[in-house]
């Protein structure tokens, strides 16, 4: 599989490099909740249905929601309509959102959640915010504003105010921008502080409970799930592995500023899909030192609780792309790279 599962940020100049290791003396997972595959049940799937719905025309998508019991939407790297939605029933694909600086286009969408019946989108280059209308099958897009920012994902507070996660801030976790009186404010903590690097908490990705209520955020790099509520931010739980995390900080000093950089890096954890009792993460794990790993898909599928604990975890056959679990939290539907052609298939099983 010839894909990254990460978001790839500009090459800049260097000008010099420092490395700190995460102090032996300091537990940086304290207090958190662990994720031991050994101590939850472990399910083997035994094969994944192909579905006869042609989806090679999407490609590979960056993620997969489904909206309800019949559809399902893609957020694709395809320059021509970047959201995609499926009928599962009659396999119509709807396109919506083509990139660009037009005033009905976004720059690169790396994030989309479902709420309300409504797509929230924003592009990490042009920093604009965006909705699609479900009920309507023409999928209008409305672009609401813009961040100061750019960010890595979003999550719609409510119509006018949005967390996001700064991508270019050093020691910002979060900002909340006010689309209607355009204050920025920041909060939230770093679940992982180094004393000499500050920031050591790099790739995410956020999703959003059916009831709006809590916000999933999966630290790809580190392994951590950390739930937030939805009202006032404050951390309901942070769940740590299942892999052992030890890496250096590289602290990188450069024209452009100080960033930091996980070494090596891991990508141990990709993909969130919300039901109504419980939400589902994919695990790939391991380090990235070379072109096969960072091109690992995702072998397993762990469900947690709404109170942060590991509860489930379900072994695929092969390894995936994407995935999107229904409301019931009963059955999957994932996107696989053929083996016989590299074309992109639709699959399903149950998780019952």
Known sequence: MKYFLCIILPVISVLSVSCYGLSKDHDYFAGMKICDLDSIPNIHVDSLETMDIDVDGIGVPRTLIMVDNERLAFLDRDAKAQVKLLDLKS?????????????DE?????????????LWLGGIYDKKIGKIDLSSESLP????????EMFQYLVPIDTIKFLTSPLTINNERFHITNLKSKETKTAGKFPIVDTNA???????????????KVIIIVDKSWGIVELLDAGNLSVRSLTY???????????IESAQGTRFKQSPLYLVLAGISAADDSFFVGY??????NWDTMSKGISRIIQYNYDGDAVKSYELPEEIVRFAVDRTGTTLYGIRESLKDGNMQLVKCSLK
């Open 106 to 118: 976004i720059l690169n969408i790396t994030s989309m959640i479902l709420k309300e019946n409504n």
């Open 91 to 103: 396999g119509r694909i709807n396109s919506a959102v083509s990139i660009g600086e037009g005033p």
């Open 284 to 289: 790939i794990g391991g380090s990235s030192k």
């Open 241 to 251: 592995g299942p892999d052992k995390i030890e890496s250096v900080i590289n602290v």
């Open 198 to 212: 500050n920031n050591a908490v790099f790739q995410g990705e956020a999703s959003l409970s059916p009831d709006g």
């Open 141 to 148: 897009l409305e672009i609401l504003g813009t961040t100061k």
